[in-house]
């Protein structure tokens, strides 16, 4: 059975500061992995999809990373602002059928 | 529509009652899934369907949970006999095809039951 962890559960930073979130994987045999951002109250926004033959991701600045053979992924944010904010999660589907089985997510907060 | 859309976005019951969850997804989207979250917890994945079936049913918590989707479109999660357990935001999510691309949520339907 899959299981994504993501740890710590919330972190506070100064805006500015570059930073990097975790995420684990028990089954490395995955079919991609997406991290997602979630605002208090709302749904799910895709930030970045990566697939198993890829290595990583870039979009403005964030760029994901994805070690099958560790199970691990990492989102860098570069710079961080106050409107990064919100709680981050990562998601891993093993197979084109499957459901995606998310982390608990991690709740981020960048201090002006 | 431009997006997923789920309605109601909000919904208080009774315990006991039945309630009707609906999922309006992206249009040509074939896949469309079920999530629970809970407070302070993870997503919690219900269902999935590719068209009008349902491959993977295996999250639904209990037999008072059933989900239909119809025309390929729509999809209706309904709860029966309502209990406080089962507060949670339920969000939609629907997808092009079959799991390579990007998958996008709903705002979600947030449930109180009383």
């Known amino acids: 059975k899959q299981e994504v962890t993501q740890i710590p559960a919330a972190l506070s930073v100064p805006e500015g500061e570059n930073l990097v979130l975790n995420c684990s994987f028990t089954d490395s045999a995955i079919y991609n992995l997406q991290w997602f951002r979630q605002d208090p109250g709302k749904g799910l926004t895709s930030l970045l999809l990566?697939?198993?033959?890829?290595r990583e991701q870039t979009s403005g600045r964030l760029n994901a990373s994805l070690d099958k053979s560790s199970g691990r992924s990492t989102l860098y944010i570069a710079a961080s602002q106050p409107g990064d904010s919100a709680t981050y999660l990562c998601?891993?589907?093993?197979?084109?059928?499957?459901?995606?089985?998310f982390g608990k997510g991690i709740t981020l907060s960048v201090r002006p | 529509g431009a997006g997923v859309s789920q309605s109601p976005s909000n919904k208080v019951t009774e315990k006991g009652k039945d309630v009707e969850l609906r999922c309006d997804p992206i249009s040509g989207h074939t896949a469309l899934y079920w999530y629970r979250q809970s407070l302070g917890q993870g997503l919690e994945f219900l269902i999935y369907?590719?068209?009008?079936?349902?491959?993977?049913k295996s999250g639904l918590p209990s037999d008072r949970f059933s989900a239909e989707r119809t025309g390929g479109s729509v999809s209706t999660l309904t709860i029966q006999r309502t209990q406080q357990e089962d507060s949670a935001v339920y969000l939609c999510?629907?997808?092009?095809?079959?799991?390579?691309?990007?998958?996008?949520f709903g705002e979600g339907s947030w449930l109180t039951v009383v």
């Open positions: 999510a629907s997808s092009p095809d079959r799991g390579g691309n990007t998958i996008y």
């Open positions: 369907f590719q068209g009008n079936s349902a491959p993977d």
């Open positions: 990566i697939q198993s033959s890829q």
């Open positions: 998601a891993v589907r093993t197979g084109a059928n499957s459901k995606l089985t």
